[in-house]
């Protein structure tokens, strides 16, 4: 039985591990996180280990990229300071080795895998929110819903440009339903350990210690027991 339990326990540890540096299973992420030294401008805090690579961070800056062809500008041009934490959102998502405890699969044509209720600190969402409240959208979920017979999205039939605080009302529903619930809005700080900062200056990342602190609190994980138990006993000699 003690076999039993240190096999367990190994795996569980295995699974946290990868959990802890991976990438997601999706249209331009890398297979595995590793270094990338020429991340582009606001990409480059990912650059001593990323799961994007330089071409994807340089098409992350620019309008109508061929990344997933979506326009920022779909009711009128976006602000500089607005679009600076829509170019800061793709990075995290598109650089981020940390997202582990937060993936799930996804039902996309464009992806295997998303990510979920990712809890964002306080002051990120508030200055993202602060900074496009007064920008123009027609659409509260981003992720579905848009007119694409253009090649890229467009308002659909039946929408009206207003602003954000007209379509989103409150900095909460915003970072949580722009991308489907990819985010969760949280009243942690930066300096809690608690939250996942979506863009930091320092080194190393301080999302990686954010990324063990949600493994560690989570449930063991669950294992087929066919794949743990036979093993053992065979190892033991039961059988």
Same mark, same amino acid.
């Given at each position: 039985?003690?076999?039993?339990?240190?096999?367990?326990?190994?795996?569980?540890?295995?699974?946290?591990?990868?959990?802890?540096?991976?990438?997601?299973?999706?249209?331009?992420?890398?297979?595995?996180?590793?270094?990338?030294?020429?991340?582009?401008?606001?990409?480059?805090?990912?650059?001593?280990?990323?799961?994007?690579?330089?071409?994807?961070?340089?098409?992350?800056?620019?309008?109508?990229?061929?990344?997933?062809?979506? !326009?920022?500008?779909?009711? #009128? %041009?976006?602000?500089? /300071?607005?679009?600076?934490? +829509?170019?800061?959102?793709?990075?995290?998502? $598109?650089?981020?080795?940390?997202?582990?405890?937060?993936?799930?699969?996804?039902?996309?044509?464009?992806?295997?895998?998303?990510?979920?209720?990712?809890?964002?600190?306080?002051?990120?969402?508030?200055?993202?929110?602060?900074?496009?409240?007064?920008?123009?959208?027609?659409?509260?979920?981003?992720?579905?819903?848009?007119?694409?017979?253009?090649?890229? !999205?467009?308002?659909?039939? #039946? %929408?009206?440009?207003? /602003?954000?605080?007209?379509? +989103?009302?409150?900095?909460?529903?915003?970072? $949580?339903t722009i991308w489907s619930n990819s985010y969760k809005y949280t009243t942690y700080t930066k300096d809690s350990g608690k939250c996942?900062?979506?863009?930091?200056?320092?080194?190393?990342?301080?999302?990686?210690?954010?990324?063990?602190?949600?493994?560690?609190?989570?449930?063991?994980?669950?294992?087929?027991?066919?794949?743990?138990?036979?093993?053992?006993?065979?190892?033991?000699?039961?059988?």
């Amino acid at each position: 039985m003690r076999t039993v339990i240190l096999v367990l326990a190994l795996v569980s540890l295995a699974v946290s591990q990868d959990k802890l540096n991976m990438c997601l299973t999706a249209k331009h992420h890398k297979a595995k996180p590793g270094p990338e030294g020429q991340l582009y401008k606001q990409c480059s805090p990912w650059k001593d280990n990323a799961c994007c690579t330089a071409n994807t961070t340089e098409e992350a800056h620019n309008d109508n990229s061929y990344l997933y062809n979506f !326009n920022w500008n779909h009711c #009128g %041009t976006m602000s500089e /300071t607005c679009k600076k934490h +829509f170019i800061q959102d793709t990075c995290f998502y $598109e650089c981020s080795p940390h997202l582990g405890p937060w993936i799930q699969l996804a039902d996309d044509s464009w992806r295997k895998e998303r990510i979920l209720d990712v809890p964002l600190c306080r002051e990120d969402c508030e200055s993202w929110w602060n900074d496009c409240k007064n920008d123009f959208t027609c659409k509260d979920n981003w992720h579905k819903g848009w007119d694409w017979t253009t090649g890229r !999205n467009e308002c659909p039939t #039946g %929408t009206q440009c207003k /602003t954000f605080t007209d379509i +989103f009302h409150t900095a909460q529903n915003m970072c $949580e339903t722009i991308w489907s619930n990819s985010y969760k809005y949280t009243t942690y700080t930066k300096d809690s350990g608690k939250c996942m900062q979506m863009w930091f200056t320092e080194v190393p990342n301080p999302n990686k210690k954010v990324a063990e602190y949600y493994l560690n609190k989570a449930p063991s994980v669950s294992v087929p027991a066919s794949l743990i138990i036979l093993p053992a006993l065979f190892s033991m000699q039961l059988f």
